[in-house]
């Protein structure tokens, strides 16, 4: 895959995100926690909610910096499965980018009360 392929397909990734979680809202928790075969999500911090997606050539610990240095936001870094070191699970199909971003709304959209006030930024 090319640089310029990569690059497209984050910004792919991260203007669906921003768009479908401009839209969500939970009204109701699961006991249930989010499980997943295409990602893997780590959830830190309190406060704002901020959805982070890493690139294909990266792991979620690129985040760790920013992370660290904006308390009062709860981060959920997101792993994308077959990337960063992480086993691909699901992520052996193809296309795996439809697949992907299917999976990041059902996680937006997941009813585990971690999204309190979620909206996009620009």
């Not at 296309?95 to 999976?103: D, I, N, Q």
Request: aromatic share 8%; charged share 15%; hydrophobic share 40%.
């Amino acid at each position: 895959m090319t640089l310029n392929l990569r690059i497209k397909v984050l910004v792919a990734v991260s203007v669906l995100v921003a768009a479908l979680s401009a839209g969500a809202s939970q009204e109701s928790a699961s006991s249930t926690p989010f499980r997943s075969e295409r990602i893997q999500v780590t959830v830190q911090g309190n406060g704002p909610d901020v959805v982070l997606v890493h690139g294909l050539n990266s792991c979620p610990r690129v985040w760790q910096r920013l992370v660290k240095g904006m308390p009062g936001y709860r981060f959920h870094l997101i792993g994308l499965r077959g990337f960063g070191g992480l086993p691909p699970g699901a992520n052996r199909d193809v296309p795996l980018l439809p697949e992907l971003l299917k999976e990041l709304h059902r996680y937006i959209a997941y009813p585990s009360g971690e999204f309190s006030e979620f909206s996009h930024r620009a």
